[in-house]
């Protein structure tokens, strides 16, 4: 690889000179940034939706796709390959998601003389099915988990196996990918009803709705291998990923290397990498995800022919950027470096930032983007994002707003960067879950390295702060926080009357002939806490007799940028603070609390009728009705599946009752907030 006088990589003579980015969003951004470094021309794609997006203003030129929804514009292959063609690009990189392993674009791209940044057609077909991938590994010698494989799809057959094994199972779409079509099964008197969802989920997102099951391993780690190879017959690991932290078997925290990972388990499991890469003949960059169970063994679980989202934290540690990796192997050169010149150098962790609502079953969230602000970018944080402040989150795609990357010397220094700029982080207008990820960042057990994929069940009342217990100290720092912001207004809103001095300034909560207090109402996780704050002063300085739960507390703070340094009873510390309007987060080493200010009522206040119906949690598809008018129906029991950026959420009887109306049908596009049906609650007796 030859480097430039200012040491920035340079093309070689074979070299494309200009490249079609076949996806959106961050990952889009994410491969422009290397090639304009590389000295590469790029063609972004659009639809609608994305017109004004970041990736297409960051491109050197854009072909306009169709509407929004992606199978009218990103998934129609023809287009792609046009906008292609026109533009002259010589090669196309699919990113992750949407064609990246489709067989048949690839297919496509090789018809019309366009390079596919990928590995060839066999390679994608040979992992494109789970099924025919195990077969693949049983016969490379790759060790692999117990399940069934074939080709009978029958129920009965599958649930047979599923019997034999011994539950827990789990249920997987062949064609699947990010969690989709996947149930976890725990008995046989489940088995039904998850394989019909599991299906139904695989139909809708891949078109394929073919099943395997395998044995569940109830306490394992999903660790994954980077791995490259050239076709020169060259392959190496780039060291593993854990990526155990997942919800909804989508990843949340990605971190490498991989904690507790000895020399000679690392090395086992890229050596069987390389041999499941080998064994389909593969080209360019991969990850062969693994099980790693409790007593040290490996499972081969299925390998991705793309690059991954978490593909930043294998860079950050290895100094290498694979997307460049990427480029060079498909334009026909030699891998940059062998295994041998490869090192691991510190710890990376990678947070995934989400339009959704963590305590409401992580459902996705839209809106607009009305403030935006990441953390500052250095030799240790990076954010990769397709996001600019005053963008919109639709309905269309993924919810993912950012990836925050950060690294270290070891892994107790980088977590301690992560939770630093996830303090940091900003945003309004839109739900997110970075409250969420700091609360897991600094839980206990993550900290400790006790982590397997059932973490975030395991740990919900660290994560989430459900205990009232825990605001003790939050409330009166939320409180005080408050008082000193609104007095901090009134200073500013002073200066700008011509008198200053004029009580109307003033927010003391100065009374004649009464104490100076403030009633004040927080609400934490929908409960509503009173608090009194009496402001008291001794001299030139002020404190505050602060009144929670009947237990009064002395306060004392000043508010530096975005930090309130307290004291309460003589006990000193501080919190990051970010608010928004009336929303008030506060982020301290135990975690991130979130608090409403709930201002005073003032003049009437329209109650909000209780209509009898259910409303639409997010904006999304009708996917399935289960109910007719006129049914009875039971508690809990599942009424109509929705459907909104590649996530399903089911809509479930709130009591007992009976179905007066349904007002939407299969395939109907649905607003959130919504009335979807008429319901009247079965009356107790």
Known sequence: MSQSPNNLPTRSDKMFTKILIANRGEIACRVIKTARKMGILTVAVYSD??????????????????????????????????????????????????????????RMCEQENIKFIGPPVAAIEAMGSKSAAKNIMEKAQVPLVPGYHGEDQTEAVIKKAADEMGYPVLLKATAGGGGKGMRQVWSEAEFSEGFAAAKREAKSSFGDDTMLVEKYLTQPRHVEIQVFCDNHNNAVYLFERDCSVQRRHQKVIEEAPAFGMSET?????????????????????????????VDGSFYFMEMNTRLQVEHPVTELITGQDLVEWQLRVAAGEVLPKTQQELAINGHAFEARIYAEDANNDFLPATGKLNFLQPPVESDHVRVDTGVRQGDDVSVFY??????????????????????KALAEYRISGVTTNIDFLYNLATCPAFINEDIDTGFIEKHQSDIFHNNEQTLADELPIAALYLVLSLAERAKANAADTSDPYSPWNSTNAWRLNEAHIHQLTLAHNDIEYPVTVEQKRHGSDSYYLITVSNKTLDCQGRISGDTLYVSIDGYRSHATIARNDNEISLYRQNGAFNFTYIEPECGNDETTNNLGGLLAPMNGTMVSVLVKTGDKVTKDQPLMIMEAMKMEHTIKAPEDGTIDALYYAQGDMVDGGCELLAFTAQEKS
């Not at 062969?288 to 169970?293: M, R, Y």
């Not at 993924?398 to 939770?419: C, F, G, H, S």
């Open 49 to 106: 939706a994305d017109s004004n997006s970041l990736h297409v203003n960051m491109a050197d030129e854009a072909i306009y796709l169709g509407p929004s929804p992606s199978r009218e514009s990103y998934l129609v292959a023809e287009k792609v390959i046009e906008a292609a063609k026109r533009t002259g690009a010589q090669a196309i990189h699919p990113g992750y998601g949407f064609l990246s392993e489709n067989a048949d674009f690839c």
């Open 265 to 293: 388990l690392r090395q086992k499991m890229g050596e069987s990498a390389i041999k499941s890469a080998q064994a389909i003949g593969y080209q360019g960059a991969g990850t062969v995800e693994f099980l790693l169970d």
């Open 398 to 419: 993924d919810p993912m707003i950012a990836k925050l990357i950060v690294w270290d010397e070891n892994r107790e220094k980088a977590l301690q960067r992560l939770t």
